[in-house]
């Protein structure tokens, strides 16, 4: 007989909540194997595509492409025996399936496991959330090779949102118990909102982000809002767009950096006409002949080199602990414009990297990220960032510190200018730098003298002979 499987939307990324439903890649219908890709999702991170657990066949879609959906809501149906030769599941206790040993009898792919050997088990099937007993509490999802749900109708239907298994609740006293899921649960504890006078709107009546949100400026709750990507308003001509992916975690990122961290920001100005000369003489020797090498491969490398000098501006602040971290790494973050917003993906240990490696590192990261194909692991555990304003023909900014670093640089635009030399005014390239840092860790000293480091390898890159 058929057997089952629904696979839910996984955490790719370290505390990530939820996701938006990009491009589904199948079908109903469609036979899938082990790795197979099947959907492009977009997280506060990144895009990325998630490949299928199994082999089987797609039996349903459960969500649809521009629906957002919390980590570990089901979002595909799969048959994983479609020719109906397995042996019959096994019942299991409390709609729990047993879990195995890590890939005992299993395929490893890239979001778990794939098919196990031997008869697979099939998941209680749960019917409306009700007040949770010993017996029949409510389980979060589990990992996709032990999630196993009663067959759907013979016949695919059309892609519907699939009702979320309802959080273990806790009573309310007079033995109300209000159905929400934990980030719900936060969000109405931020906001002040009491989720006993709410009736939920969700399925099953679980109360929904919206529902809180409508608490705020409504004394009832209201009807469930519709999902709008973008409205528009013909009397006041505007367009109204939902906040949400890259652009909500960006903002909300650097909310809290502007917040938290006392920002400083230093100018400098300096002459990198021989940085350019250097730049010219290299590009047409062999080593750099087939390397895009641009001025921000020099930054890069300057940073690197200053970095030594000054740890300081390489390390963190750790309120929860007490401590300043300093990190005998560079982690390189290079700010890039993307069509989906603002992103940060690191040039892992940059501080071992010749100028022409970090060259390449830059060119490939950067051809990654306008796809937006940056995974979410390139994104995280940065240790200092470089935002680029000077492609933009900007000549310098106060950049915010990412979350988590003390310090980031702003390269402005290369621009010829008059520039005074052995009292002579003459032309040269003059660019102007930038450095905002966290002054809880870096003090104005140590920030100028860093600063004053990548000025000088810029300006002469023969001083790096000296580092």
Same mark, same amino acid.
């Given at each position: 007989?058929?057997?089952?499987?629904?696979?839910?939307?996984?955490?790719?990324?370290?505390?990530?909540?939820?996701?938006?439903?990009?491009?589904?890649?199948?079908?109903?219908?469609?036979?899938?194997?082990?790795?197979?890709?099947?959907?492009?999702?977009?997280?506060?991170?990144?895009?990325?595509?998630?490949?299928?657990?199994?082999?089987?066949?797609?039996?349903?879609?459960?969500?649809?492409?521009?629906?957002?959906?919390?980590?570990?809501?089901?979002?595909?149906?799969?048959?994983?025996?479609?020719?109906?030769?397995? =042996? +019959? $599941? %096994? *019942?299991?206790?409390?709609? @729990? &399936?047993?879990?195995? /040993?890590?890939?005992?009898? !299993?395929?490893?792919?890239?979001?778990?496991?794939?098919?196990?050997?031997?008869?697979?088990?099939?998941?209680?099937?749960?019917?409306?959330?009700?007040?949770?007993?010993?017996?029949?509490?409510?389980?979060?999802?589990?990992?996709?090779?032990?999630?196993?749900?009663?067959?759907?109708?013979?016949?695919?239907?059309?892609?519907?949102?699939?009702?979320?298994?309802?959080?273990?609740?806790?009573?309310?006293?007079?033995?109300?118990?209000?159905?929400?899921?934990?980030?719900?649960?936060?969000?109405?504890?931020?906001?002040?909102?009491?989720?006993?006078?709410?009736?939920?709107?969700?399925?099953?009546?679980?109360?929904?982000?919206?529902?809180?949100?409508?608490?705020?400026?409504?004394? =009832? +709750? $209201? %009807? *469930?809002?519709?999902?709008? @990507? &973008?409205?528009?308003? /013909?009397?006041?001509?505007? !367009?109204?767009?939902?906040?949400?992916?890259?652009?909500?975690?960006?903002?909300?990122?650097?909310?809290?950096?502007?917040?938290?961290?006392?920002?400083?920001?230093?100018?400098?100005?300096?002459?990198?006409?021989?940085?350019?000369?250097?730049?010219?003489?290299?590009?047409?020797?062999?080593?750099?002949?087939?390397?895009?090498?641009?001025?921000?491969?020099?930054?890069?490398?300057?940073?690197?080199?200053?970095?030594?000098?000054?740890?300081?501006?390489?390390?963190?602040?750790?309120?929860?602990?007490?401590?300043?971290?300093?990190?005998?790494?560079?982690?390189?973050?290079?700010?890039?414009?993307?069509?989906?917003?603002?992103?940060?993906?690191?040039?892992?240990?940059?501080?071992?990297?010749?100028?022409?490696?970090?060259?390449?590192?830059?060119?490939?990261?950067?051809?990654?990220?306008?796809?937006?194909?940056?995974?979410?692991?390139?994104?995280?555990?940065?240790?200092?960032?470089?935002?680029?304003?000077?492609?933009?023909?900007?000549?310098?900014?106060?950049?915010?510190?990412?979350?988590?670093?003390?310090?980031?640089?702003?390269?402005?635009?290369?621009?010829?200018?008059?520039?005074?030399?052995?009292?002579?005014?003459?032309?040269?390239?003059?660019?102007?730098?930038?450095?905002?840092?966290?002054?809880?860790?870096?003090?104005?000293?140590?920030?100028?003298?860093?600063?004053?480091?990548?000025?000088?390898?810029?300006?002469?890159?023969?001083?790096?002979?000296?580092?």
């Amino acid at each position: 007989m058929p057997q089952f499987k629904q696979f839910p939307l996984p955490d790719t990324a370290e505390g990530l909540t939820e996701a938006e439903i990009l491009t589904w890649h199948v079908g109903p219908g469609d036979a899938v194997k082990v790795n197979d890709i099947i959907v492009e999702i977009e997280t506060a991170k990144a895009a990325v595509e998630l490949p299928c657990p199994w082999d089987g066949v797609v039996t349903e879609l459960l969500v649809q492409v521009g629906q957002t959906v919390e980590v570990g809501i089901p979002i595909i149906t799969i048959d994983v025996d479609p020719s109906g030769t397995a =042996a +019959p $599941a %096994a *019942p299991e206790t409390n709609g @729990v &399936a047993a879990k195995p /040993a890590e890939g005992e009898g !299993r395929v490893a792919n890239l979001v778990g496991y794939g098919p196990k050997s031997g008869p697979a088990k099939r998941r209680a099937r749960t019917g409306a959330p009700t007040a949770p007993t010993a017996a029949t509490a409510p389980t979060a999802p589990t990992a996709p090779s032990s999630v196993a749900v009663a067959p759907p109708p013979p016949a695919p239907v059309a892609p519907t949102p699939v009702a979320p298994v309802a959080p273990v609740p806790v009573a309310a006293p007079g033995g109300y118990v209000p159905l929400a899921k934990p980030p719900v649960r936060k969000l109405a504890k931020d906001l002040g909102v009491d989720l006993t006078g709410l009736t939920g709107s969700g399925p099953g009546g679980v109360i929904t982000r919206e529902d809180v949100e409508r608490a705020l400026t409504a004394p =009832a +709750p $209201a %009807a *469930p809002a519709a999902v709008v @990507v &973008a409205s528009h308003d /013909a009397g006041t001509r505007e !367009r109204r767009v939902p906040i949400k992916g890259v652009r909500k975690a960006t903002a909300q990122a650097m909310v809290d950096s502007a917040f938290t961290a006392p920002h400083v920001t230093e100018f400098l100005t300096i002459d990198v006409t021989p940085m350019m000369e250097l730049r010219a003489r290299l590009k047409g020797s062999p080593q750099f002949r087939d390397v895009k090498l641009t001025p921000l491969a020099f930054a890069a490398k300057a940073v690197v080199l200053a970095a030594r000098r000054t740890p300081d501006v390489n390390a963190s602040w750790d309120a929860a602990a007490g401590e300043i971290v300093y990190k005998d790494y560079v982690h390189l973050g290079i700010a890039a414009a993307t069509p989906r917003g603002l992103v940060v993906p690191k040039v892992r240990d940059a501080d071992r990297m010749s100028l022409r490696e970090l060259a390449i590192a830059l060119d490939g990261l950067a051809t990654v990220a306008r796809d937006g194909k940056t995974s979410p692991a390139d994104m995280v555990n940065g240790t200092f960032t470089i935002t680029n304003v000077g492609v933009f023909g900007v000549d310098t900014g106060t950049p915010i510190i990412n979350p988590g670093e003390s310090a980031i640089l702003a390269l402005g635009a290369i621009r010829d200018m008059p520039w005074v030399v052995d009292g002579q005014v003459v032309p040269r390239k003059v660019c102007q730098l930038a450095l905002s840092f966290d002054h809880r860790v870096v003090d104005g000293q140590q920030g100028s003298q860093f600063l004053a480091d990548v000025g000088a390898l810029l300006a002469d890159p023969g001083v790096a002979l000296t580092y």
